[in-house]
């Protein structure tokens, strides 16, 4: 058998792992192997230091009810003194086991269990790298595409899925095609490591984004929130984190070049990029553009917009979208109101608030 060091070494440099956790579990295995080997009942460790077996015994009195127990965690004092001198109750004998000398079911019982708790390992560890990359790009080669129109694409070590559900209106890939897309989730199920992807996702957007715009990757601007309907609109608030930053234009580049580039990667998504403001109403009113707003009264978290009946229709946008995407970009349930009927309504309360002086007079 080989030495077990140049086995854990040969572990780790195969399978990309950590030397020291390969260790632990070939600790385990050993350990396991010997019980299943010996039996359960026996007391197996492992030193961390030379990493050999080794079984433990502990010295008990002649007249110790345990041991008619056959129980092979102890062993009476005068049998321990046949083997070492000056030994006395309560010291503990250790004796060294090799496996080898079992013979080849010891090392098939081994293999197994090795092969079992370095794949775990392995599992464990792929899991949490990409469990910490969730919203992260990543990029994949189609490797199939189901009769669910579900796109199965291969990432380094892992099988990922984007489901027909998070991809683009109008998007078809075949075999082979190169995708780009954002990491959902990550799962273990009874088949192993499940990862899901998106190309829907606003994480998607804000991290296309990232990529195409050094500002955003260095700091100087940040995504405060965003918004989408994939494949037709959506909306991003950016803050500037420096003085001499136009967020805004930093994040749209010289002729837009950066956004068409995210744009174009987004089935020619249209993106607007709005500067965000601490002040609801002025963020709101932003949100809302291209259409001009008069003006935003806030009622806990519902904004009644005050709007000419000429620019109505920019601020609801076709079929809705401009509102709806003002509206989750910034939390709030927008109403909009015509500026003429927020003038009649004002004129109502002061007729009112007259009547009600006369009729006091």
């Known amino acids: 058998m080989e030495k077990i060091t140049d086995i854990i070494q040969s572990i780790a440099n195969e399978k990309n792992l950590n030397l020291e956790d390969v260790k632990t579990k070939v600790i385990t295995a050993l350990v396991n192997t010997a019980k299943k080997v010996y039996g359960e009942h026996y007391d197996f460790f492992v030193d961390p230091k030379d990493l050999k077996l080794y079984q433990k015994i502990i010295v008990v009195d002649d007249k110790d009810e345990r041991l008619k127990e056959e129980n092979e965690h102890f062993i009476s004092l005068s049998k321990a003194k046949k083997e070492v001198n000056g030994v006395e109750i309560g010291d503990e004998l250790t004796y060294e086991c090799n496996l080898e000398n079992l013979g080849r079911t010891a090392v098939n019982t081994l293999h197994k269990e090795l092969e079992y708790h370095v794949q775990k390992l392995l599992e464990d560890t792929i899991y949490k790298k990409y469990q910490n990359m969730l919203g992260h790009i990543v990029f994949g080669t189609v490797i199939r595409v189901d009769s669910d129109d579900n796109t199965f694409i291969e990432i380094d070590e892992i099988r990922a899925f984007l489901p027909r559900k998070n991809r683009i209106k109008g998007e078809v890939f075949k075999v082979g095609d190169v995708v780009k897309a954002v990491i959902r989730r990550v799962y273990i199920d009874k088949n192993g490591i499940r990862m899901e992807l998106s190309r829907t996702s606003p994480k998607f957007l804000e991290a296309l984004l990232e990529s195409e715009v050094p500002e955003i990757k260095d700091g100087l601007v940040s995504i405060y929130a965003s ?97 709806r995407l003002a509206s989750m970009l910034s939390s709030y349930e927008i109403e909009l109101k015509e500026f003429k009927e927020i003038k009649n309504k004002e004129n109502e309360d002061a007729i009112k608030n007259l009547e009600n002086l006369f009729k006091n007079i």
């Open 227 to 323: 918004a989408r309907i994939p494949g037709e609109r959506s909306k991003v608030a950016l803050i500037s984190n420096s003085p001499n930053v136009d967020c805004v234009g930093a994040t749209v580049g010289s002729k837009g070049v950066r956004i068409n580039a995210v744009s174009k990667e987004l089935n020619g998504e249209n993106i607007d990029c709005i500067e965000y403001s601490s002040e609801a109403a002025i963020f709101i009113t932003r949100a809302l553009a291209p259409a001009i707003v008069n003006s935003v009264v806030i009622e806990d978290k519902k904004a009644i917009v005050g709007i000419n009946s000429e620019q109505k229709s920019k601020a609801i946008g076709k079929n809705g979208i401009n509102i």
